[in-house]
């Protein structure tokens, strides 16, 4: 079964430590992608990654970190830094990223809440 | 600029009515994509279809339908016949060509709630 995980699902906080959300992907897809989703906001795009070893920021990157040593995995980083973490992180990924027709399929999020 | 609007933040229907779900979309590009996805209350975004800017043909799949129209850059969503599972958040979606990063733009979601 194809497809893409997030762990934990609720994550529970407290003001000035890191967490870190894991993003697994078995789908072969080059491209994954973070988006934080705020009630009536959409969804707001925080770094994405077109292939193994590279990653760019995107709307919304300040506070956050990502690595991505391995094709099928881009775990996010919440740093202290982030001043209004709570929201619902979602994963997704791919294919290639560079192509504009390729939809984006979606992990099931990460609820986090800051205590 | 490069936007998308879907302007009705929340939409209540009875169970058999029709619903239209509006998407607006701004972008400067001539070469782009556009897509609609849904968000049950599990979470997990499901994709709905995707559509180009050269084909303006509508689209039809069982119940659901879709008008592309270039000329008032609109890519609206009607349900026919809706049911209670139809209740999610429907995102529309824009992906400009030249970006070449696979990068979506996001309206801000239309809330379907659908009653018995």
């Known amino acids: 079964d194809g497809g893409i995980t997030q762990s934990p699902k609720y994550l529970f906080r407290k003001e000035g430590q890191n967490v870190t959300l894991s993003c697994e992907q078995n789908?072969?897809?080059?491209?994954m992608y973070w988006y934080r989703q705020d009630p009536g906001q959409g969804l707001r795009l925080i770094y994405y990654s077109q292939i193994v070893n590279d990653f760019q920021k995107g709307d919304i990157a300040e506070g956050y970190s990502v690595s991505r040593e391995k094709k099928e995995s881009f775990p996010l980083t919440v740093t202290s830094a982030q001043k209004n973490p709570t929201a619902f992180y979602l994963c997704a990924s791919s294919i290639d990223g560079r192509l504009a027709y390729n939809e984006q399929f979606f992990g099931p999020g990460t609820r986090l809440t800051v205590l | 600029a490069q936007k998308v609007t879907q302007a009705q933040t929340e939409i209540s229907v009875v169970e058999k009515e029709d619903v239209t779900l509006d998407c607006v979309y701004e972008t400067r590009d001539t070469t782009y994509y556009l897509f609609w996805y849904k968000q049950p209350p599990s979470g997990e975004l499901v994709f709905l279809i995707r559509r180009n800017s050269f084909d303006e043909q509508n689209e039809i799949s069982g119940r659901y339908s879709w008008n592309f129209q270039k000329s008032t850059s609109s890519f609206n969503f009607t349900i026919t016949a809706s049911q209670v599972v139809d209740s999610a958040v429907y995102f529309c979606a824009l992906d400009p060509y030249s970006s070449n990063t696979g990068k979506l733009i996001f309206g801000q979601g239309t809330t379907l709630q659908v009653k018995p």
């Open positions: 789908l072969n897809h080059d491209a």
